[in-house]
C-alpha cells in the first residue's frame, strides 16, 4: 500500500486478557517504530527496529509489552494480561535508511481500550 | 537525554488570528527538531522539520517554524489561521537519523469562527 497501516483499527479487551497489533510499513522501509499516545502522557516511544539489528527495546513500559517484525516487514505488538493503565493509541512508523532526511511515516493507529 | 516541553497545552484563537505554538527542548547534543500534525481521529502528518542551514523552516498549509539555537526553542506559527487547522500539534526531536522521536504532550489549537 501507499502508507502504512495498522490492524485492528480498534480493540476492545478484558482486563487480562492478551492482544496482538499489528503494523504493514511502507514497502521497502527498514526501520520501523511503536509509539503509545495516552491522556496525560502523550506521544511514547516503546520498541524500534532497524534492519536485521537487535531491536531497542528501552521504550517497553513492562515485561508483559513485546514486539517482534517477521521478514523485515510486518510487525506485531503483543501485550499480554492487559491492564486498564494500557488503554491508549497505539501507533506504528516507519522510514528508509537513509540518514538525517528519514522521515517517519505514521499509520493511523489501533486505539485499544481495556475494560 | 532529550525532552520535549510544549507549554501550552490548549490554545484557542479566531479565525484569520495568527497563532503561535511554543516548544522547547533540552538536549546535550545537536537535535533535529520537528513539528507533527494530529488532525480529529486521525494519524500524525508531518508539517515541517529543522535538519540544518536555515533557522527560519517553512512547512504545509502555511506554518513555518524558527529554529533558536541559544534559546533552545522551536516555536510553529502562522500569520492567519482556518477553522481547518483545529488540531493537536507536537513538537518532537531526535539526535541522529534513524533513532526514535522524542515528542512533546501536545498543543490542542482551537480555531474559533
Known amino acids: 500500500g501507499a502508507g502504512v497501516s495498522q490492524s485492528p483499527s480498534n480493540k476492545v479487551t478484558e482486563k487480562g486478557k492478551d492482544v496482538e497489533l499489528r503494523c504493514d510499513p511502507i514497502?521497502?522501509?527498514?526501520?520501523l517504530y511503536w509509539y503509545r499516545q495516552s491522556l496525560g502522557q502523550g506521544l511514547e516511544f516503546l520498541i524500534y527496529f532497524q534492519g536485521n539489528s537487535a531491536p531497542d527495546k528501552s521504550g517497553l513500559p513492562s515485561d508483559r509489552f513485546s514486539a517482534e517484525r517477521t521478514g523485515g516487514s510486518v510487525s506485531t505488538l503483543t501485550i499480554q494480561r492487559t491492564q486498564q493503565e494500557d488503554s491508549a493509541v497505539y501507533l506504528c512508523a516507519s522510514s528508509s535508511l537513509r540518514g538525517r532526511d528519514s522521515e517517519q511515516f505514521f499509520g493511523p493507529g489501533t486505539r485499544l481500550t481495556v475494560l | 537525554a532529550q525532552s520535549v516541553t510544549q507549554l501550552d497545552s490548549q490554545v484557542p484563537v479566531f479565525e484569520e488570528a495568527p497563532v503561535e505554538l511554543r516548544c522547547n527542548y533540552s538536549?546535550?547534543?545537536?537535535?533535529?527538531l520537528f513539528w507533527y500534525v494530529q488532525y480529529p481521529n486521525q494519524g500524525l502528518q508531518l508539517l515541517l522539520k529543522y535538519l540544518s542551514g536555515s533557522t527560519l523552516v517553512k512547512g504545509i498549509n502555511g506554518f513555518e517554524a524558527e529554529f533558536n539555537k541559544s534559546q533552545t526553542s522551536f516555536h510553529l506559527r502562522k500569520p492567519s489561521v482556518h477553522i481547518s487547522d483545529t488540531a493537536e500539534y507536537f513538537c518532537a526531536v531526535r539526535p541522529s537519523g534513524n533513532t526514535p522521536l522524542v515528542f512533546g504532550k501536545g498543543t490542542r489549537l482551537s480555531v474559533i469562527a
Open positions: 514497502s521497502g522501509h527498514t526501520a
Open positions: 538536549s546535550s547534543v545537536s537535535v533535529y
